[in-house]
């Protein structure tokens, strides 16, 4: 029985209810009236329910499609403004005890190169990482209790937390690391993490055993429970996501949105981030032998309307699309991107030749992380570095309360733009430089507090001093 409330993965995510949600998608998906009333719902800026959700993912009118993309956009606007938050992944160690059938990290891959950073690896990554620029990582792992013990991973973030390399410092770090217990999720709570990210893979059990056949992770109540765990250990900002091409987008998609409906209703706030990944060719993985590729118009329906269905969650996008769909995700509602990302262990210091591949998955968009800058200026978004509202305390229900409420613009639109002076002060390339200049003196003008905006001039005067890490 369908239970958003209970902490049974199971019952919070029904595989009954996700079935007669398609089947009632399907019946009304001509349903013009229905339809209507839905985006109606939709134009109050409060999110659907993963049932209303479906029927727009399953109505192909058009007219309809032109209107999801329109609303998705202009709810970005309205809770992102025109912001796009960057970051860049950082694969610690690809050693894996599972047998994940579609990552090249499983443990029976014997052709992928196996790399563990020592700290001192760790060091010259991150420093690789801040002359880039980049403020925020998403920290990665494979699961092996022996090579990658918590204890191992607690030690990376303290020693990228310590770096501090010319003007650069991490100021935020995330972890996508394997499910684990309340016990380590509040030592990684304690070590000052931003986000607990895990993906779900999929939410279809049955196909989640066929994918994941050895290993901690072929339990999947462990897994798709972990996020409780997570918030039980203290961890207010969790991200999911699906690896779509996997399992039936339709069913994944619905999936979603309940799992995001149970952290609603069990701990008043929902995910912090949704992410999107979808399967990529890897060593040992051809896309090929998965059938459900998820197209492009079809996935760009799937962001657009999550967009719709949780207008308060942040929607992260990766290297792993090309440049054009990047772009046109970013008119559906993504707010983050990563930039200049490497996937293989220690990628940022050393170029790997194909024979010597320790990548989990080929990248699509392979430019670095200025070209990304200059080109989202052009698009007329504002690359944002910041990382204020988890230093400030501003996680979980606070955050979304202050997001809800419109008063998060105050200080998000003056942060993003003092760390885009900082970005453009310490590393732009002098023609990225002048259009981020550009957008800092065209969207100051935006920003809606009086005392606020001349603050963030007194900010970025002192920017260009030489001073740094103003946040509000
Ligand atoms: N080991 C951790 C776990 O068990 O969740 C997570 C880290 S893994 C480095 C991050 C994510 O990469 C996985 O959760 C999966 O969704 C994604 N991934 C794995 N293989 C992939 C592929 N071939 N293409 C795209 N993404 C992939």
């Known amino acids: 029985m369908y239970n958003p409330k209970s902490k049974i993965a199971t019952e919070f995510i029904c595989d009954s209810e996700i079935r007669a949600t398609m089947q009632y998608a399907r019946e009304n998906s001509g349903n013009m009236e229905l339809v209507?009333?839905?985006?109606?719902k939709a134009h109050d800026f409060k999110g659907l329910t993963h049932r209303?959700?479906?029927?727009?993912?399953?109505?192909?009118?058009?007219?309809?499609?032109?209107?999801?993309?329109?609303?998705?956009?202009?709810?970005?606007?309205?809770?992102?403004?025109?912001?796009?938050?960057?970051?860049?992944?950082?694969y610690l160690s690809n050693y894996c005890v599972n047998g994940c059938v579609y990552c090249p990290y499983h443990a029976k891959n014997k052709s992928i190169r196996r790399k563990k950073l020592s700290q001192e690896e760790i060091r010259a990554e991150v420093i690789a990482l801040q002359d880039m620029g980049h403020k925020r990582l998403a920290l990665e792992a494979g699961e092996h209790p022996l090579m990658n013990p918590i204890e191992y991973i607690l030690e990376s973030i303290k020693t990228i937390y310590s770096i501090k390399h010319r003007n650069g410092a991490?100021?935020?770090?995330?972890?996508?690391?394997?499910?684990?217990?309340?016990?380590?999720?509040?030592?990684?709570?304690?070590?000052?993490?931003?986000?607990?990210?895990?993906?779900?893979?999929?939410?279809?059990?049955?196909?989640?055993?066929?994918?994941?056949?050895?290993?901690?992770?072929?339990?999947?109540?462990?897994?798709?429970?972990?996020?409780?765990?997570?918030?039980?250990g203290g961890i207010d900002d969790v991200g999911i996501g699906v690896l779509f091409g996997l399992e039936t987008y339709r069913y994944d998609f619905v999936g979603l949105l309940m799992h995001a409906e149970h952290l609603e209703a069990t701990y008043g706030v929902g995910p912090h981030t949704i992410s999107v990944p979808r399967l990529c060719k890897a060593d040992d993985v051809d896309t090929a032998d998965f059938e459900n590729a998820v197209p492009d118009d079809i996935f760009y329906k799937i962001v657009a309307i999550l967009r719709i269905a949780v207008p308060y969650t942040g929607m992260i996008i990766s290297t792993r699309e090309s440049v054009k769909s990047r772009e046109r995700l970013l008119e559906l509602g993504i707010s983050q991107i990563s930039g200049g990302s490497r996937t293989s262990v220690g990628g940022y210091v050393t170029e790997e030749t194909p024979d010597e591949n320790s990548a989990q998955f080929d990248i699509a968009d392979h430019r670095t992380l200025d070209e990304v800058v200059g080109w989202l200026l052009d698009l007329d978004h504002i690359p944002s570095f910041c990382t204020a509202c988890y230093r400030e305390g501003r996680t979980g229900d606070r955050f979304m309360t202050l997001l809800k409420n419109g008063q998060i613009s105050n200080c998000c639109l003056p942060n993003a733009l003092l760390t885009l002076k900082e970005y453009i002060r310490d590393y732009a390339s002098p023609a990225t430089r002048a259009k981020g200049e550009a957008m800092i003196k065209r969207?100051?003008?935006?920003?809606?507090n009086e005392r606020a905006r001349a603050k963030a001039i007194e900010y970025l005067e002192r920017i260009d001093a030489g001073e740094r890490d103003f946040r509000f």
Not at 73 to 89: D, L, Q, T
Not at 197 to 225: S, V
Request: aromatic share 10%; proline share 4%; charged share 20%.
């Open 36 to 40: 209507q009333a839905v985006l109606d």
């Open 170 to 232: 991490i100021r935020r770090v995330n972890v996508n690391i394997a499910a684990t217990t309340v016990e380590n999720y509040r030592r990684l709570r304690d070590a000052g993490i931003g986000t607990y990210i895990l993906f779900q893979e999929t939410y279809n059990k049955a196909n989640y055993e066929a994918l994941h056949p050895t290993g901690p992770k072929k339990d999947y109540a462990w897994h798709t429970e972990a996020m409780d765990r997570a918030m039980q």
């Open 443 to 448: 969207m100051l003008a935006d920003v809606p």
């Open 52 to 90: 209303e959700a479906a029927v727009l993912l399953e109505c192909n009118d058009p007219a309809v499609v032109q209107q999801i993309y329109a609303l998705a956009n202009e709810i970005k606007h309205r809770f992102y403004g025109n912001r796009i938050v960057m970051f860049a992944p950082l």
